[in-house]
Each structure stands twice: as C-alpha cells, then as structure tokens.
C-alpha cells in the first residue's frame, strides 16, 4: 500500500530498493519486525552506509525513504511514532547539481556518433536527438508510443507520459523529428500507431526490430556507448542528457519557465540545478595559484 501510493515507478522502484537496504542491513526477515525499530537502529544503519562508502544523497534519498515508510505506518496506527524524522541527514548542495553535462563540442559530437547505414545506428541517432533537443527522462524516452510524434499548429511535436503519470506534449526540434523519421521509416513500423517507438533491434541473422520497448537502463547504455566512441570514458550518463539540453537551452535565450515546463520539473530550482553555465574550468582559482 505504501509503495502504491507512490505516483512515479521509477520513486516507487528506487524506495522498494533503498527499504530493501535497510531491511538487509538490520537483518529484517518480517514485517512485524518493523514495529521494533527505534532510533538507535536507524543511526546504526546510517554508519553503516558512511562507512561503506555510500554517497551523502545516497544517504539523505535512502533515509527519506525510510522515513516515508514509517510516516505511512504512523498514519495507519501501526506504529507510535517514526524512528526517522529526528535523524540528522547528510548535508547537500541544493544550489548546484552533481550530474555531468556535455559541452556543445562533445554533444555534437556525440549526435554524429552512431552510424547511418545500420537500423541500431539510426534508431540510437534518434534517441540522442530526443534526448539532447527535447530533454524527457531515460524512462520517458523507452516509453514513447510511435502516435506520440505528431504535428501540432504545424509544428512537429512529442507526447510523454512524464514522473507522476502527467501528460506533456512540447514541439520539437526539426533535427529530433527528421531523425525519429528516418528511424521509423527503416524500421518499417510507422504503421503500428499504438506500438513502442524504440525498439530493441535484433542483429544476429538478419536487421528487425522487436515489438517491445526498450529498457529504460538501455538508454544509459546507448549514451555511455557512444561517449566512450568519442572519448569520453566515464561520468556520463543518459541524465547528462537533460543538463545539457538545459544549459543550451538557457545559454541560447530560452526563458527558465519555459525550460522548466520542457524538463517537466514541478519548481524551478530543480531545473537550475541542471544550469551548468556557471561552471568554466577554465576559470578555476586553482589555476591562479601558481607558484
């Protein structure tokens, strides 16, 4: 019940995992077992995961799952009161995002990367274009519906089922459209309206697509493909799609709520953490102390 009344699938697979660690780690075998946990238990947990190395918001997201869960169980009368909401939570930078984002160099780079005479290569030249142009999540991408590209007032468009369930439709790139065009063609599945728009290609025998949507993990992997096709060979990752596609966006004039209503994001401080137009290597401090 608590799971479920979790809107997104990707908050309700990233909570079951995280309660899973805390179940693991405590030794947690039943459910009655949870009406025992106290604070101390909660505090053990949290070294742990600081000893092992765990990130400080691997820490902070696995806590808060937590918490959620104990709060359902409060609510229910399950239990008193929650073991989790006076425990002291990992500092983290809310101004800044930590996801690695392209330069526009590199992302040019990396929409050429894939070939253009094999079905995978068109299908993956589109999933970048979607993913650079149009900035929708990894899943979002791997949910696509081949009726979701259409024209609106005359402008190519893309229709997603965003994290919540919401319905978002935003008109695309010209380039983004050209290249899921190109894909379907080839693929010969334009006609399947109601079927996945990327599907797995299958190569062994013969080029033909499966009628099935990809993995959202795919997405990843297509992206970290051909980062590493282009030199870059790790720290990147389908999510870096959607800081570049933000950054460009607002370095080339796009107001912030419109970028934010592109990305999906429910406030605006969520889409400046994406903003990596403050970032200039160039101009560390470090390289100013030369001795």
Do not use: C
Not at 165 to 173: P, Q, R, V, W
């Amino acid at each position: 019940m608590w799971l479920e009344s979790q809107q997104s699938p990707q908050t309700r697979r990233a909570y079951r995992s995280d309660v899973l660690h805390f179940m693991q780690t405590m030794h947690i075998n039943e459910t009655s077992e949870f009406r025992k946990v106290d604070r101390m238990a909660v505090v053990a947990w949290k070294r742990r995961m600081e000893e092992d190395g765990a990130k400080p918001r691997s820490v902070r997201r696995r806590l808060s799952a937590l918490s959620s869960l104990f709060s359902h169980l409060v609510d229910r009368h399950v239990i008193p009161s929650n073991p989790v909401r006076e425990i002291r939570r990992p500092r983290v930078n809310r101004t800044q995002g930590t996801t690695a984002a392209f330069s526009a160099e590199q992302a040019r780079k990396l929409l050429d990367a894939p070939p253009t005479d094999t079905l995978q290569g068109l299908r993956d030249r589109a999933i970048l274009s979607v993913g650079l142009q149009v900035s929708p999540r990894r899943s979002e991408i791997a949910g696509l519906k081949v009726k979701d590209l259409y024209v609106n007032a005359g402008y190519p468009s893309l229709h997603f089922i965003r994290k919540g369930g919401e319905d978002h439709s935003l008109a695309i790139h010209p380039q983004a459209a050209k290249r899921i065009r190109a894909y379907v063609e080839a693929a010969g599945h334009g006609a399947d309206r109601e079927g996945p728009l990327f599907r797995p290609v299958r190569t062994s025998w013969r080029a033909e697509t499966l009628r099935r949507h990809l993995d959202a993990d795919m997405i990843d992997r297509i992206v970290r493909k051909y980062a590493q096709r282009i030199g870059l060979l790790e720290g990147f990752s389908a999510h870096s799609m959607r800081a570049t596609f933000i950054t460009r966006a607002l370095d080339n004039g796009a107001s912030l709520e419109e970028v934010q209503k592109a990305a999906g994001h429910a406030d605006a401080s969520t889409t400046k953490l994406y903003d990596r137009r403050g970032h200039n290597p160039e101009k560390s401090a470090s390289f100013f102390a030369t001795y």
